[in-house]
């Protein structure tokens, strides 16, 4: 089975991405998870809902780059993607989002802000995108400077 390892990543919209973009100095505000053998399902960590299974809008997918990970194997992702599920219904790490603009150190602590769990998950399946950067440390626009990254079209 082909799981398609993919992340979306998001060209924000609306006063928060802005403030992510700007804050992180990157066009992407978001990042999201590709459920192996869909094309518009994702798992998410979205502020007011914490993590969740969501279902892509045609307006969603017109900012959103693609991302896939070439040399993960379907069984690494199958254990990245476990994890995420295990990840659902855990609240959004609001912390660690204002940690962006405070420059405070950011810490593991249960809760997840959207790249931090896609990172975190990928990294559970044994593939580490960005070399010593800890989980909680990274922004949406950072995951596409990984080197194990490639950007692709849409699945």
Request: proline residues 6%.
């Amino acid at each position: 089975m082909n799981l398609t390892p993919r992340i979306a990543l998001y060209r924000g919209t609306g006063a928060v991405g802005w403030l992510i973009q700007k804050q992180s100095r990157s066009v992407y505000s978001h990042a999201a998870l590709l459920v192996p053998g869909t094309t518009n399902r994702v798992v998410e960590a979205r502020e007011f809902k914490g993590v969740q299974l969501n279902t892509l809008t045609e307006n969603d997918k017109l900012t959103i780059d693609w991302y896939a990970i070439p040399t993960m194997t379907d069984a690494q992702f199958d254990v990245a993607y476990t994890f995420a599920l295990k990840q659902i219904g855990m609240p959004y790490d609001y912390w660690s989002v204002a940690r962006f603009l405070t420059k405070v150190p950011a810490r593991d602590n249960g809760k997840w802000f959207c790249s931090e769990l896609a990172f975190k998950a990928v990294a559970e399946g044994g593939v580490r995108l960005l070399g010593r950067i800890p989980s909680a440390e990274v922004a949406p626009g950072m995951l596409s400077y990984s080197p194990l990254l490639q950007q692709v079209s849409p699945p």
